[in-house]
């Protein structure tokens, strides 16, 4: 149910895993061995006496609100505070590569106007610091409920 804020969760800077149709019982099992906190809008996972037990420890998060407000509350709820960003796709660390390892795979006029990239440690996915980052950087800085604006995020130099 929470593919979107996870998305936005890891742009925020936490490891957020998603899985489409996992079963409760998985679910809960791979937070355990994660260590990850279980985010869910159903209700019935968070009646479980291992759940109130918090083994594992679990949120509830609102379906009925838009990604980017769950991810307001959570980080309100939480005290999450904005951390370097990871990769959106997967939840992979983003690390620096040299502009020369990125020539033929950044796309020719963003290789042109840009120097630093980054790299998912995860999925390999590249990264830069272009108009879709921006969009996103702009809407996170919207809603950061806890740290002031420390300028770039992806990831903190
Ligand atoms: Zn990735």
Same mark, same amino acid.
């Given at each position: 149910?929470?593919?979107?804020? *996870? #998305? =936005?969760?890891? +742009? =925020?800077?936490?490891?957020? *895993?998603?899985?489409?149709?996992?079963?409760? $019982?998985? /679910? /809960?099992?791979? +937070? #355990?061995?994660?260590?990850?906190?279980?985010?869910?809008?159903?209700?019935?996972?968070?009646? #479980?006496?291992?759940?109130? +037990?918090? $083994?594992?420890?679990?949120?509830?998060?609102?379906?009925? $609100?838009?990604?980017?407000?769950?991810?307001?509350? /959570?980080?309100?709820?939480?005290?999450?505070?904005?951390?370097?960003?990871?990769?959106?796709?997967?939840?992979?660390?983003?690390?620096?590569?040299?502009?020369?390892?990125?020539?033929?795979?950044?796309?020719? #006029?963003?290789? /042109?106007?840009? $120097?630093?990239?980054?790299?998912?440690?995860?999925? +390999?996915?590249?990264?830069?610091?272009?108009?879709?980052?921006?969009?996103?950087?702009?809407?996170?800085?919207?809603?950061?409920?806890?740290?002031?604006? *420390?300028?770039?995020?992806?990831?903190?130099?």
């Amino acid at each position: 149910m929470l593919c979107g804020m *996870s #998305r =936005w969760l890891r +742009a =925020w800077g936490y490891d957020a *895993s998603w899985t489409y149709g996992i079963a409760d $019982d998985d /679910l /809960l099992q791979q +937070a #355990r061995v994660t260590g990850r906190v279980v985010l869910t809008a159903d209700a019935g996972i968070l009646r #479980r006496r291992c759940v109130r +037990a918090a $083994d594992p420890p679990a949120h509830a998060v609102r379906n009925e $609100d838009p990604p980017l407000i769950q991810l307001q509350k /959570l980080a309100r709820q939480l005290q999450l505070p904005r951390r370097a960003m990871r990769c959106m796709r997967c939840g992979g660390g983003l690390v620096e590569v040299p502009k020369a390892q990125v020539r033929g795979e950044a796309p020719p #006029r963003t290789f /042109l106007w840009l $120097d630093r990239f980054w790299r998912c440690t995860a999925c +390999a996915g590249l990264f830069w610091r272009g108009t879709h980052f921006q969009c996103i950087h702009t809407r996170l800085q919207a809603l950061d409920p806890l740290a002031p604006d *420390s300028g770039q995020t992806l990831p903190r130099d």
